[in-house]
């Protein structure tokens, strides 16, 4: 009799877990289902970082052999990550063929590794290219053209090349160049400021000033740089 009595509460128990069992795996089944993206975002992130550090050994290997003048090795390390469009490679080869060095001279091929890297988002690219159609080196001198990829450097952080443009608006025959002007020579002086380079953020300072002779307003805020400046040689 007492084990009948107990039979039931057995069932009853058993009922129990396999309720919580049944709940616990359609829990975790729904957690996973939820997290499936996140994994799948992770691992991919995982075998691109695998697969990237090959190709950033291999660049690191040929900017070696750049510091140590060894330019026909650094072009085999660089040259099948330029095949690849890898910007800072790009950039490299770029800075060897405009200079000549593990190669004959040629500034048409250099403009070309520069286009492709500053397409690509290198900074310094973009600014160098703008250098090279401001100057007509490897390309047909086009100011617009070189104006147009310092705007790209300039907004990206790079304050050479808001140097740049602001003389390039400088030079420019409307009355909103000027403005212009002193717009990106304040951004420069600012950059400057941020980097640490006072002598850099002193001679953009005194481009805005030679600008704004006639407006009170840039010449406080040329007086308010130049005070910060100050303060922070001290």
Known sequence: AASTAVLPVLFIAGLVVLTLIILFVHSFGLQLLLMSPVLAASWQMYRMKKADRPDRERYQQGMAAIQDHRYQEAFKHLQPLAEQNYPRALFALGQLCASGKGTYRDETRAIDYYRRAAERNHVEAQYTL?????????????????????????????????MSLGRYHENGREESDKKQAIEWYHRAAVSFKKANRPEDAEAALRSMENLADRSPAVLGLVTRLRDSLALAKK
């Open 130 to 162: 703008g250098t090279m159609y401001a100057d007509g080196r490897g390309a047909e001198k086009n100011p617009a053209t070189a104006a147009e990829w310092y705007r790209r450097a300039a907004k990206a952080g790079l304050p050479e090349a808001a």
